[in-house]
């Protein structure tokens, strides 16, 4: 039987290059670009486009999960039953489809959007031994953003970020556990419920064959949600090193640091006592990733294909801490198709 959910993003993908090559084919193109003009594709928001130029994109991001951890200790499932727990997540996984959409109105300025399309499963064991597995899966929460060009010479760049989050994501997602039909726990809900202030700042330099960057940005989130609670700010570091080995093709190397907080409040369906994911007094942590890449331009001077860019990142945990016991990440990989053309 056919996957929907990979169903429906194959039709999206089809349906958003159909799309770029009809306005390719009556406004033009622009110039030909290279590989290292874009940074890896885990970094979004870090370029902006030339008047009347648009960018569609899709990022396909897996992320997995497997353990738990309490601060730099990881935990097995029966360690975390002791401390008193009915039940102990063991796994996790999430699907993320993200689709995107960049405009440019002037030089200085790009307008963005960015809808996600998420699906997570996680695995449980109780004190009984029994073991079972809930599922979560819809929209996330929809980002618009705009991009301004606060500084540029020949070599070097500054963009200043600022958007908004919209509560487009699930908070109530529901499924079967030993306990009944039940509202899952926060790591399986799919949005914030609340309106996110986005904010951050980007440099770009490069010479030659070398690009290079950093980025700074975060999540702060003002009020509470439907739910009762807040979902913890979120703050991510990121830099990396690019090197184009051909015009078409670059490897980069980066570093990515994040930090998130616990939640004000707490959603009165869960009872933190049952099991860890329920708690949102252990929602907190930090990460530092390492991550390798590569970016390829299709060398062709076609319309259809032309300035088109795909591109591979993946990258495991350098240090974790976390407040737990808490499932720890244990590795990503982002796949990622771009297409910038003229519109208008």
């Known amino acids: 039987m056919p996957n929907p959910i990979r169903s429906a993003s194959a039709l999206a993908f089809a349906s958003l290059l ?3 090559s009809s306005a390719a084919g009556a406004e033009g ?19 902006l486009h030339h008047k009347g130029e648009v960018m569609l994109s899709y990022r396909y991001a897996r992320m997995r999960m ?15 039953l002791g401390m008193g727990y009915a039940v102990s997540p063991t796994d ?7 689709f995107g959409l960049m405009a440019a109105p002037t030089d200085r300025m790009t307008l963005t959007a960015m809808v996600p399309y998420i699906s997570k499963e996680m695995d449980h064991v109780t004190g009984m031994a029994t073991r079972f597995e809930t599922r979560s899966s819809g929209v996330g929460d929809l980002k618009l953003g705009s991009l301004w060009r606060l500084l540029e010479n020949e070599n070097h760049q500054l963009i200043f970020n600022a958007g908004l989050s919209f509560p487009t994501g699930s908070i109530q997602k529901k499924d079967q556990t030993p306990m009944g039909f039940q509202v899952l726990p926060y790591p399986m809900q799919l949005g914030t ?24 940005a975060g999540e702060v989130r003002p009020g509470s ?19 184009d080995w051909t015009r078409w093709m670059g490897t980069s190397l980066r570093l990515d640091w994040q930090q998130w907080f616990n939640y004000d409040g707490a959603d009165p369906a869960l009872n933190p006592a049952v099991v860890p994911t329920a708690d949102p007094q252990l929602r907190a942590g930090r990460q530092l ?6 970016n390829f331009v299709l060398p062709f001077a076609q319309k259809l294909l032309r300035n088109q860019r795909l591109a591979i990142e ?7 801490h976390l407040d737990g016991p808490q499932l720890e990440r244990d590795w990503r990989v982002i796949v990622g198709w771009q297409y910038a053309f003229h519109l208008f």
């Open 66 to 80: 497997d353990g738990n951890r309490e601060g730099t200790r990881s935990l097995s499932p029966a360690q975390v």
């Open 225 to 243: 949600n439907d739910r009762g609670y807040t979902v913890g700010d979120r703050y991510h570091i990121t830099g990396w090193f690019m090197w």
């Open 314 to 320: 993946a990258g495991f945990p350098l240090y974790r």
């Open 92 to 98: 996790m996984d999430t699907d993320m489809h993200m």
């Open 18 to 20: 159909s799309i770029a």
């Open 193 to 216: 419920g609340t309106y996110d202030v986005l904010l951050g700042a980007t440099y770009n330099g490069h010479t030659g064959a070398a690009t290079w960057g950093s980025q700074i």
């Open 289 to 294: 990733d390492i991550l390798v890449g590569a």
């Open 29 to 47: 193109l622009p110039p030909v670009s290279r590989a290292g003009d874009h940074a890896p594709i885990g970094v979004m928001g870090e370029h």
